[in-house]
């Protein structure tokens, strides 16, 4: 256990708090940390997504840890969402970044890098599923409501909602990688080296730029948000997730123990990258991501020894 705290958890927690250290000296402000985080929305992630769906191996995945995985999911996002509109009385569009800071891991930043360092490609297939799986519904599904909600459309017809959401680089990326996945084109030569090499990119500034903009955010009025909606994803989330994935589907350990790793895992960031680029208030998303990484440091290791 000991072992893969320190060789594979630690490191990927360790962007984090680079960031942060260093936005505490002020070598980085929030400004610099929006650009990184615009890198990161029009250009390393949609390159990292395409590449992801366009080279899954769909006829490999196990349905049913699949549908057990979404169920779970669908069960925490609404809870999240619930507590905060109505227990905390946030506003809407934060409520649903909120609900699904409590329903999506950090699986492609954080748990992915972890479970290769653990289980080595073939075991971590998994959780590309899940990633896929979390790409095309959960992610997907939150930028399309995103975009009918934002003021551009607000009004707009039917068309013109659509167009926006067309224009939408996270969007395009995963309707191209799924079409060229089933179409069976792959990325060779150099432009496979391209995104392999700008999708890497991802993780690390994503992350950096997470360390550095929780230097500026305060939120005491509302300090037991986070620790709610941490405690949903990294304590109510696994025994969710267990309960159907083991006990209601009979899931095989293979596929169990990785998926489980997810599940244990903190808050993703794509919550707070989507706040930072819709201006939904990021400081109760940032504090959430902060608490559940620093608390999965514990879940995600024990987590580890399962299966």
Known sequence: MLHAFLNSVLPVFAVVGVGFALGRRGLFDTTAAAAVNRFVFYIALPVLLFRLLSDVPFDRFEWALILAYLLSEIALYAAGYLVARIGFRRPQLESLLLGMAAAFANHVFFVLPIARQIFGETAALPIVAIVSLDAIVLYAGTVLILDVTSDAARGASVLR???????????????AGVAANLLGARLVGGFEFFARFVGETAAPCALFALGVILISQKDEGQALLPIAISALKLIVMPVVAWLLIVAAFGV???????????????????????????KVPVAAIARTILISTVGSLLTVTVMSQYG
Do not use: D
């Open 161 to 175: 909602v659509l167009r926006l959401c067309g224009r939408n680089p996270q969007i395009i990326a995963i309707v």
């Open 252 to 278: 095989r350990a293979e596929w169990a123990g990785p998926a489980l790793l997810v599940a244990a895992g903190p808050a993703g960031a794509m919550p707070f990258v989507l706040a930072l680029q819709y």
